[in-house]
T-cell receptor
Framework: GAVVSQHPSRVICKSGTSVKIECRSL??????MFWYRQFPKQSLMLMAT?????????EQGVEKDKFLINHASLTLSTLTVTSAHPEDSSFYIC??????????????FGSGTRLTVV | AQSVAQPEDQVNVAEGNPLTVKCTYS??????LFWYVQYPNRGLQFLLK??????LVKGSYGFEAEFNKSQTSFHLKKPSALVSDSALYFC??????????????FGSGTRLQVQP
């Protein structure tokens, strides 16, 4: 079935630095990927929809200059948290749509990235 | 706008007993409904999905969900709970295809605790 690989699984960075998170679809081409943020004991909040070859669509309240999303190929989307601050510490999860399996299995999720900004 | 409500933060059940995790939704048109499970520090795993057809949907690991249009509910059920079912469960909805919005909207999650 569809597999989405997300790296790194954990990252600790200093305040003011930038962190890049990668989301790869391993065995399918993902024209659309989604980036979510999850706070402790809370639900997943959609940050943006990433479309291959075009600009990402950000949800209201999400700073597009802070959370840079690039979807340059059909198998890779990246989320870069720029000038990270402690309040950016969170669990980030990507999701991808495989047209072959979506009708049966829905979207496929990465394993998530735990970002800690110190 | 679409939304999902999971009224229970936590559900406790004894192993071997039936379990129900509640979910209600709000969306214009016919909904696409999902249940996902999340283990600590992991992504989400697909359990089951409803688009159309039978109101009772069977999914992975013995789980099933009943779609009730009049009550706008999509409760997750399992006849006999296992300790290994203990995890965080999310209900999600997606708007119909003709809206152009493909992202899922998640409920707040329900933590299921199955006691031995």
């Amino acid at each position: 079935g569809a597999v989405v690989s997300q790296h790194p699984s954990r990252v600790i960075c200093k305040s003011g630095t930038s962190v890049k998170i990668e989301c790869r679809s391993l065995d399918f081409q993902a024209t659309t990927m989604f980036w979510y943020r999850q706070f402790p004991k809370q639900s997943l909040m959609l940050m943006a929809t990433s479309n291959e070859g075009s600009k990402a669509t950000y949800e209201q309240g999400v700073e597009k200059d802070k959370f840079l999303i690039n979807h340059a190929s059909l198998t890779l989307s990246t989320l870069t948290v720029t000038s990270a601050h402690p309040e950016d510490s969170s669990f980030y999860i990507c999701s991808a749509r495989d047209p072959r399996t979506e009708p049966v299995y829905g979207y496929t999720f990465g394993s998530g990235t735990r970002l800690t900004v110190v | 706008a679409q939304s999902v409500a999971q009224p229970e933060d936590q559900v406790n059940v004894a192993e071997g007993n039936p379990l129900t995790v509640k979910c209600t939704y709000s969306v214009s048109g016919n909904p696409y409904l999902f249940w996902y499970v999340q283990y600590p520090n992991r992504g989400l795993q697909f359990l089951l999905k409803y688009i159309t057809g039978d109101n009772l949907v069977k999914g992975s690991y013995g789980f099933e969900a009943e779609f009730n249009k009049s009550q706008t509910s999509f409760h997750l059920k399992k006849p006999s709970a296992l300790v290994s079912d203990s995890a965080l469960y999310f209900c999600a909805v997606r708007a119909p295809m003709d809206t152009g919005r493909r992202a899922l909207t998640f409920g707040s999650g329900t933590r299921l605790q199955v006691q031995p």
